[in-house]
T-cell receptor, first 111, second 117 residues
Framework: QKEVEQNSGPLSVPEGAIASLNCTYS??????FFWYRQYSGKSPELIMF??SNGDKEDGRFTAQLNKASQYVSLLIRDSQPSDSATYLC???????????WGAGTKLIIKP | SAVISQKPSRDICQRGTSLTIQCQVD?????MFWYRQQPGQSLTLIAT?????????ESGFVIDKFPISRPNLTFSTLTVSNMSPEDSSIYLC??????????????FGSGTQLSVL
């Protein structure tokens, strides 16, 4: 079992709809959770981070964390073609503060 | 945010040769991280470079293969030595944010796409 797991996709969502991306992790002691967006041929860029259970909203993006179930989600409302990218989930281990990355989910927003 | 200049952006190299990748940051940072990203794969941390001390390598990566220099707080190099086709990958340097509330955010260089023939 990988320490951070994501569905590789591609996830295809029509423009204007809600895109839902999921990530599960195995280290129950993890404390910090991050979503990075990576356009093809580009470097990752941070779009959301969350530390506490519940929802955190930033514009069209909402990160959701459920530590009991060990999953973190990213919702993108009113999806735009420019949201088409690979979304990487990263989890920071409490034991050594190392950032562990998922393989990413490729999101395609269809006009 | 930190601005990181990484070069070269891409290179095609022959088996058995070495390539040195450079990263320059626009602010002083304690740690710089070197990652590898193979097609369709996760980011994998190669090593953490601290100024004034030896780099810390992750399991599966050794100094003889990936020597790192960190001569000051704004610059680092990663060398991929004695390359083989298996080293073909994207190599990324990154730093943590230095502003309050940004210390856990990673900022990345533009990456070096390496192809080994």
């Amino acid at each position: 079992q990988k320490e951070v797991e994501q569905n590789s996709g591609p996830l295809s969502v029509p423009e204007g709809a809600i895109a839902s991306l999921n990530c599960t992790y195995s280290d129950r002691g993890s404390q910090s959770f991050f979503w990075y967006r990576q356009y093809s041929g580009k470097s990752p860029e941070l779009i959301m981070f969350i530390y506490s259970n519940g929802d955190k909203e930033d514009g069209r993006f909402t990160a959701q964390l459920n530590k009991a179930s060990q999953y973190v989600s990213l919702l993108i409302r009113d999806s735009q073609p420019s949201d088409s990218a690979t979304y990487l989930c990263a989890v920071k281990r409490l034991s050594n503060y190392q950032l562990i990355w998922g393989a990413g989910t490729k999101l395609i927003i269809k006009p | 945010s930190a601005v990181i200049s990484q070069k070269p952006s891409r290179d095609i190299c022959q088996r058995g040769t070495s390539l040195t990748i450079q990263c320059q940051v626009d602010s002083q940072v304690t740690m710089m991280f070197w990652y590898r990203q193979q097609p369709g794969q996760s980011l994998t941390l190669i090593a953490t470079a601290n100024q004034g001390s030896e780099a810390t390598y992750e399991s599966g990566f050794v100094i003889d293969k990936f020597p790192i220099s960190r001569p000051n707080l704004t610059f680092s190099t990663l060398t991929v030595s004695n390359m083989s086709p298996e080293d073909s990958s994207i190599y990324l340097c990154s730093v943590e944010g230095i502003q309050i509330g940004a210390s856990e955010k990673l900022f990345f260089g533009s990456g070096t796409q390496l192809s080994v023939l």
